[in-house]
């Protein structure tokens, strides 16, 4: 089965975000209260298990890090930009990490050790307290989101020739679903549905930037609201 990406999913229309829904209240976006929800070893099952469609090519494992930073004025989540040239999801929105390599202990090991050659964040900086589901994309990637804790003091260092930009979006912006907006549209002959987030922030030096958070990105940070929500 071809895959061909959606060539501009911004100009997708918007047929209804999660207002209805309550956005997590500040008591559960404390360090004390994820490392409670990750230790309980819930019965859960993820709200989005993966794309909907897969491409021809084999299944690929692969993990990424969820880094949630610490800060002073509230946790923050660390994404990336993808640089244009790369051959999947270029220029998109992501978490740091990638494939699983022969030479990994785990998927843990993984995401740590992606995390670090992307941007350069340091594995004594990240308390890894757990893992999500394993979401399969559409480029036929099995992914396991692995949820760290990041203690400030760090400074990265960007791969450039896979990473664009790092930043960091407000962990309450992203927990909160009245700012989940979902998309739809018949892209040839198959109806196409994704979630977004976008947010509009400062970026490395400070300067407001817009940055479209969807697809694979937000559906697991969609499933972590729906996790912590539990």
Same mark, same amino acid.
């Given at each position: 089965?071809?895959?061909?990406?959606?060539?501009?999913?911004?100009?997708?229309?918007?047929?209804?975000?999660?207002?209805?829904?309550?956005?997590?209240?500040?008591?559960?976006?404390?360090?004390?209260?994820?490392?409670?929800?990750?230790?309980? *070893?819930?019965?859960?099952?993820?709200?989005?298990?993966?794309?909907?469609?897969?491409?021809?090519?084999?299944?690929?494992?692969?993990?990424?890090?969820?880094?949630?930073?610490?800060?002073?004025?509230?946790?923050?989540?660390?994404? &990336?930009?993808? &640089?244009?040239?790369?051959?999947?999801?270029?220029?998109?929105?992501?978490?740091?990490?990638?494939?699983?390599?022969?030479?990994?202990?785990?998927?843990?090991?993984?995401?740590?050790?992606? &995390?670090?050659?992307?941007?350069?964040?340091?594995?004594?900086?990240?308390?890894?307290?757990?893992?999500?589901?394993?979401?399969? &994309?559409?480029?036929?990637?099995?992914?396991?989101?692995?949820?760290?804790?990041?203690?400030?003091?760090?400074?990265?260092?960007?791969?450039?020739?896979?990473? !664009?930009?790092?930043?960091?979006?407000?962990?309450?912006?992203?927990?909160?679903?009245?700012?989940?907006?979902?998309?739809?549209?018949?892209?040839?002959?198959?109806?196409?549905?994704?979630?977004?987030?976008?947010?509009?922030?400062?970026? !490395?030096?400070?300067?407001?930037?817009?940055?479209?958070?969807?697809?694979?990105?937000?559906?697991?940070?969609? *499933?972590?609201?729906?996790?912590?929500?539990?």
């Amino acid at each position: 089965m071809a895959f061909t990406p959606i060539p501009d999913p911004q100009r997708v229309p918007v047929v209804s975000t999660d207002a209805h829904l309550p956005a997590l209240s500040a008591d559960r976006l404390t360090p004390e209260f994820f490392r409670k929800r990750f230790s309980e *070893n819930l019965v859960w099952q993820p709200e989005i298990a993966g794309d909907g469609r897969l491409s021809s090519r084999a299944p690929a494992h692969a993990s990424v890090l969820i880094p949630v930073v610490l800060r002073e004025h509230g946790p923050s989540v660390l994404l &990336t930009r993808r &640089t244009a040239h790369l051959r999947d999801h270029a220029g998109q929105i992501s978490f740091p990490g990638g494939r699983v390599e022969i030479h990994d202990d785990d998927v843990v090991a993984t995401a740590l050790r992606e &995390t670090e050659e992307e941007v350069g964040l340091a594995r004594q900086h990240i308390e890894v307290i757990g893992c999500l589901p394993i979401y399969t &994309t559409v480029t036929a990637f099995q992914v396991t989101p692995v949820v760290g804790l990041v203690t400030p003091g760090f400074t990265l260092a960007l791969d450039d020739f896979e990473v !664009a930009e790092a930043f960091e979006v407000p962990l309450k912006f992203l927990m909160t679903p009245a700012y989940h907006r979902r998309h739809q549209v018949e892209f040839e002959g198959r109806m196409r549905q994704f979630l977004s987030m976008p947010w509009r922030g400062p970026d !490395a030096a400070g300067t407001q930037q817009d940055y479209f958070i969807w697809g694979a990105t937000a559906a697991m940070l969609r *499933n972590l609201y729906s996790f912590l929500s539990e």
